[in-house]
């Protein structure tokens, strides 16, 4: 009996659930090694759902993921499930802990998935991004923290925290251990990678929204309207600097052009007066040759 309660405690693991951007979870590590870490009783599993990107940035432009080749999209994922997991490296170095990825469309759905697949009893989860803290905070107001309240299982217990201040808790039987330093660390055991990725992958949100990706998000729209009116300022310019070309062009064609009306005028007036000239000089020959005539038969 004792032998079963002692290898019972020593299986005994608590979930946490994190973003895979370790500034983002910290706290929420933090706070479950203080209060939940029980020595070599408990292990700390660092939990992340990654939710593979929709949006395909290509040269700078994101492309859905349906109207690109399969491959860009494939290099792509790999890579950013890659840096996700070296990112999820960070809370392990926090903690030396186990560390579990999965993927899924849906960071919500991925967490109750988990919870039911791995029979988890415990579970700590951020109630909201730390800057969102106030002491008035009392539930969870993230949708992903909101959706775990509702639909993980019922013998899940789930510690809500937000700045490693404790919101919530699902189970009000909860006991919390004090704020202490932490517990000693166990040694690394490793990580588990597991896949629960659904046929169709769509959803490009963080498993845990902030504010700070609001305004990344914000400011990628922004730099890409300035991108895209700089670019329509100038094809704008270069098309009036072309009409601006044409114009002066045919300027100079117009001057070419009267300078040659203008030369042929002239020559044409020189060409009158040529013949004006050969009329007057035929006239006093014609003249002359008949008074040289009328004097020839005078003499006669």
Known sequence: MEAAAAAA??????????????????????????????????????????VPAQ??????????ADK???????VFRRAERERADEMLDDYIHQCS????????????????????????????????????YSRKLDKPVSKTA?????????SC??????????VCTRDKEVQIAPSTVAAPLLPNLGHEVLDLQSPQEEGDTEMEPSFDDEL??????????????????????????????????????????????????ELEAALARADGEIARLRQAIQQKHDRGGSHGEIDA
């Open 216 to 265: 990344e998000e914000a400011r990628k729209a922004v730099e890409e309207l300035m991108r895209r009116a700089l670019k329509e300022s100038c094809r704008r310019q270069k098309a009036e600097e072309e009409t601006a070309a044409s114009l002066h062009k045919a300027q100079e064609h117009e001057e070419l052009y009267l300078e040659e009306v203008k030369k042929r005028e």
């Open 68 to 74: 690109l080749s399969p491959e860009p999209v494939r």
């Open 146 to 154: 909101t959706e775990i309240m509702q639909r993980a299982d019922p």
């Open 55 to 64: 949006m395909i940035p290509i040269m700078g432009v994101k492309f859905h």
């Open 97 to 132: 802990q186990i560390k579990l990825v999965v993927e899924k469309e849906d960071a919500a759905s991925g967490l109750v998935e988990l919870i039911r697949l791995h029979g988890i009893t415990k579970l700590v989860i951020a109630a909201a991004a730390d800057r969102h």
């Open 9 to 50: 405690e020593e299986e005994e693991k608590v979930f946490v659930a994190v973003p895979a951007e370790p500034r983002a979870g910290q706290s929420t590590l933090a706070w479950a090694l203080r209060h939940l870490h029980g020595g070599a009783a408990t292990t700390i599993v660092v939990m992340h759902v990654h």
């Open 157 to 166: 217990k789930i510690w809500f925290v937000c700045k490693e201040q404790l």
